[in-house]
């Protein structure tokens, strides 16, 4: 009996395909795998659809829906319109094709390529799909040439134009003042020289409801409906602190241009990265200013000037490491001296910003002897683990940090072993074809057809096994960083206290999570600590 096929369609389109007209396009790779499961009596359990996602990620949301639905047996057929709508990372696509569907015994057909695993891969998949990563590559560095070559000429690419400016009504990807909204800018910047600082600004943008940006793009445009459409009234007024520096630093009121601040990792790995300053593209005079550089420079100078330091002329030493575990906001240092024994805290910057009635947000409240305490007691462990067994120390890092690469380190391995082992084959069937023909058990003709397919294949497997070995390198960059972290806390002396320095050099950040009552009747607050190079451990 024929086995049944509960069946996935999935379709994909990048950002970087829609350069390619309809013939690419989720309505067109709809009908073709519509008419395809109709014609091969296919039953369609679902269409999965990952739409502005690239191939060389895997971490795609209705992708990884499929996947959980393949787990849970829903699915045992995948239908795509060609290879590259299934990923363009020729290791996971060998991966998926050789390991993950032949164990949860799936049928995988690509329509346009010809390819179904039932009848049999051709042996020109893996070939397709290194093209396919090829491609992905090209089309990156094209793009990246594209937008500099346009950033060079002075053009300003964006969706929505920074408020106190609009989009020109005549010249593409240039920016004109906006008559509506430059007061606002101008107020902002005015408020910044009189010595206001962002969290003033803001309060007084708040209390004076000035409108933002989204909403304002919200009233012309219709953007962000899903925000405003059903919001109450302080929603249109709702400005942040982030939002006030980023437009304190933005040289764009005094006319440049500045692009390039952060990156993707690679054209695989999509996760931004912020650049160094002296590597940002800045192209000035693009367009006109509405604030001087006389007082841009000013409000740079008193924003540098200013110091986390107390009333008392202390600095404190977990700035800028806290964050609220549900906001992501940083959370703010107060003092309680209306008890006898005075004791300081934190909270929630957002909650604090915006009170209990306006919060988006709860207290996140934790004392800062509680938190010295916990944080104090940790540095102390891992430098006693340090000097112990730093072996040891190595290992439990990296295990730590293993859980997320796993899958992609196990598809890079066993393609490793594969190519290596047949290489090895090829060296004795290589060995074996001159045998055969010194002893002429075969012709010169065959010889010389044989030896080139061998050595054109051996060359193949040299480039893959080079490569694959050199990805597996670059992933023991975690090694080395492991190494690199517990030779920081070996170096400090026996923390017996915590200061600033000590905490900026081992720690990336200290996340916060809102305290809940035990059944116990004790308060239980997790507290997560992000240490430099290798992340959270336990």
Known sequence: MKQPYNTALYMRLSRDDENYGDSVSIETQRTILRQFAKENQLHVMDEYVDDGWSGTNFERPNFKRMMDDVELGKINCIVTKDLSRFGREHVMMDYYLEFVFPEKKVRYIAVSDNEDTEKGLSDFVPFKNLFNEWFAKDTSRKVKTALHAKFAAGQHICTYAPIGYKKHSEVKNLLEIDEETRWIVEKIFDLACRGAGAAKITNILIDEQIPTAGWLNYTRYGKFAHIYAEAPEEKRYAWTISQVKCILKDEIYIGNSVHGKQTNISYKNKKKI????????????????????????????????????????????????????????????????????????????????????????????????????????????????????????????????????????????????????????????????????????????????????????????????????????????????????????????????????????????IVIHEGKDSQNGMKAQPIEIYYRFIGKID
């Not at 100078?301 to 986390?308: G, L, N, P, T, Y």
């Not at 320095?501 to 990336?508: F, G, K, V, Y």
């Open 274 to 509: 912020r650049k160094p300053q002296e590597e940002w593209f800045r192209v000035e005079n693009t367009h006109a200013a509405i604030i001087s550089k006389d007082v841009f420079d000013q409000v740079q100078e008193q924003i540098a000037s200013r110091r986390r330091k107390q009333q008392d002329g202390t600095t404190q030493i977990f700035a800028g490491l806290l964050k609220c575990a549900d906001c992501g906001w940083a959370m703010s240092f107060g003092t309680n001296k209306q008890n006898t024994k005075p004791y300081s805290y934190f909270n929630c910057t957002s909650y604090r910003q915006f009170g209990k009635k306006h919060a988006t947000c709860t207290a996140h409240y934790i004392r800062y002897d509680t938190l010295y305490t916990y944080v104090h007691a940790r540095l102390m462990y891992w430098w006693q683990q340090a000097q112990a067994d730093e072996a040891k120390l190595t290992e439990r890092i990296l295990k730590a940090g293993d859980r997320e690469n796993d899958a992609q380190t196990k598809a890079r391995t066993a393609s490793l072993t594969r190519a290596e082992k047949r290489k090895e084959e090829l060296d004795r069937l290589f060995s074996k074809l001159y045998e055969d023909w010194a002893s002429e058990r075969i012709t010169e003709y065959n010889f010389n057809t044989l030896s080139k397919k061998y050595q054109t294949e051996q060359e193949e497997l040299l480039v893959k096994i080079d490569k694959l070995t050199a990805e597996l390198s670059a992933e023991q960059q975690s090694v080395i960083d492991a190494e690199k972290w517990i030779a920081s806390i070996k170096k400090c002396a026996r923390p017996t206290e915590l200061t600033a320095d000590l905490l900026n050099s081992l720690i990336e950040k």
